[in-house]
């Protein structure tokens, strides 16, 4: 059943030119466009300064990155530098404003979904751009950045587990603890948890399905998808109908074992891979699977349709068991679609169809920033969005 198309991606417009005056930090700083009217908000970041420790950047799909201030470095000088991480945020913050405004109304359009995944990924912080970014103050090398004014250290690159600390112990055994990122001005504000696959952000939203909100409603103390009985088993997938509130089967849908066996060329597979249930709930959305997303925006699906129009939960994932949180937009996470989907297992005659939708299936998790769950305790729901 198709719903309304929405627009989900609300537009951020860069803060800081590109264009600022060069010289020393405290030229820079009375130089600054900026300084009339936010000089107390620079102050006040002087004074924070001393209690962070790193200025953090979230790459999409990718690595994290923090910055670990040098315990001898210049204040004005670590300033300079997060003015520089700032500026050079904002630019990719005006890339993905600008890759959502080309996209917006061909959300079903299958190479304008390719084109803005690639946008997508191309606005993710890269050290090199990064590094030429900041080249007018700073040297980057061998993970040390250091003034060009003074030759003195600043900062060390850090990434992955140094970019976070734990701010809360895991409720129960099997679940992650609650980390934040730590920044120049001290932990984030935001949560994450940690997967096997990565970090990821506390909460994750999903459009609901007629049979949640009656699973919510009758107090079940665990939401499954509507096939979950069916994992290795073929079964046409099921549409919402919200006008009855039901689950109806799809009218002229193959079963997800036959659509596998056809992309792959494998008409013997007796049995639908374990492995192979993410890439199913991309290309197909097999129900046997949940989809949320990592942003309070609406997934969208092949042919641009949003999945909110029963409304949505907002779900804790630090109380799902971590066996049911599947991330896919993260680096780890996404390479994960493909495990076990590769020619030895699947009909090699069916390589290069298996392959384009491996890559589709690629696009829509950066696309969607989808984490696909197992299952989730009704616990889990901090908020219904009607």
Excluded: C
């Excluded at 679609?337 to 829509?364: F, M, P």
């Amino acid at each position: 059943m198709k719903v309304a198309k929405q627009s989900w991606v609300r537009p951020v417009q860069a803060q800081t030119s590109a264009n600022e005056p060069s010289g020393g930090a405290q030229a820079r700083i009375d130089s600054s466009p900026r300084q009339q009217t936010q000089s107390g908000k620079l102050l006040q970041l002087k004074q924070n300064l001393a209690a962070g420790q790193q200025a953090i950047i979230q790459r999409v799909g990718g690595s994290k990155y923090g910055f670990k201030k040098d315990e001898e470095a210049d204040p004005e000088e670590v300033l300079l530098l997060q003015q520089e991480i700032d500026r050079y945020k904002n630019s990719l913050k005006q890339k993905k404003a600008n890759a959502a405004s080309a996209f917006q109304g061909k959300e079903g359009n299958k190479d304008a979904q390719s084109n803005y995944s690639a946008a997508l990924k191309n606005a993710s912080w890269d050290l090199n751009e990064f590094s030429q970014s900041i080249q007018a103050h700073f040297d980057v090398s061998d993970n040390l950045i250091t003034s060009k004014n003074s030759k003195r250290k600043v900062a060390t690159l850090v990434q992955g587990d140094a970019a976070y600390v734990q701010h809360t112990a895991a409720e129960k055994e099997g679940h992650s603890a609650v980390y934040k990122r730590v920044g120049l001005n001290g932990p984030s504000k935001k949560d994450y948890i940690k997967t096997g696959r990565g970090y990821l952000r506390r909460f994750a939203y999903r459009g609901l399905t007629p049979d949640e909100e009656l699973g919510n409603a009758e107090n079940r103390d665990i939401l499954r998808p509507y096939n979950h009985a069916y994992l290795s088993t073929g079964k046409k997938k099921a549409n919402s109908d919200w006008s009855t509130k039901t689950m109806k089967a799809a009218k002229n849908s193959d079963s997800d074992l036959t659509w596998l066996k056809e992309k792959s060329n494998n008409p013997g597979l007796a049995s639908i891979p374990a492995s192979s249930l993410e890439f199913l709930q991309h290309r197909k959305n097999a129900n046997k699977l949940f989809s949320a997303s990592s942003t309070a925006k609406n997934i969208t699906s092949n042919q641009g349709d949003a999945f909110t129009e029963g409304g949505r939960f907002k779900l804790d994932l630090s109380k799902v068991p971590l066996n049911d949180i599947l991330d896919q937009y993260t680096e780890g996470g996404n390479a994960s679609i493909q495990h076990g989907l590769s020619t030895d297992q699947i009909g090699v005659g069916g390589q290069a169809k298996l392959e384009e939708e491996i890559k589709r299936a690629k696009e829509s998790a950066i696309r969607n920033r989808e984490i696909h769950l197992r299952a989730y305790p009704r616990s889990a729901i901090v908020e219904h969005e009607k």
